[in-house]
């Protein structure tokens, strides 16, 4: 399994920026799909969630902004980041599944006021 993100870039506060996560190996409707970030000196924090179900969760700072979503047929998992901050920059994770668990590398998000 291999997992594969872009889309990260510099965009002034109030911008929009999509992230895709490309993966391979299994299918994305079947597994539990998240986006996850890392800021400077913090920990990594689960963004948003995707089950399998097609249920979606996503943390307090960000829900109403971000959506996550799937495309099937391209087996590839997005975020959707509109109304950027600059306390959104960070590098941004995707991930598959739970117990056993892959990551792709991350994409840099970096909002400026």
């Known amino acids: 399994v291999q997992l594969q993100a872009s889309g990260g870039g510099l965009v002034q506060a109030g911008g929009s920026l999509r992230l895709s996560c490309v993966v391979s190996?299994?299918?994305?409707?079947?597994?539990?799909m998240a986006w996850y970030r890392q800021a400077p000196g913090k920990q990594r924090e689960l963004v948003a969630s995707l089950t399998s179900g097609g249920s979606t969760s996503y943390i307090h700072s960000v829900s109403g902004r971000f959506t996550i979503s799937r495309d099937n047929a391209k087996n590839t998992v997005y975020l959707q980041m509109n109304s950027l901050i600059p306390e959104d920059t960070a590098v941004y994770y995707c991930?598959?599944?739970?117990?056993?668990?892959?990551w792709g590398q991350g994409t840099q998000v970096t909002v400026s006021s």
């Open positions: 190996g299994t299918g994305v409707s079947d597994n539990m």
């Open positions: 991930k598959l599944g739970t117990l056993r668990s892959f």
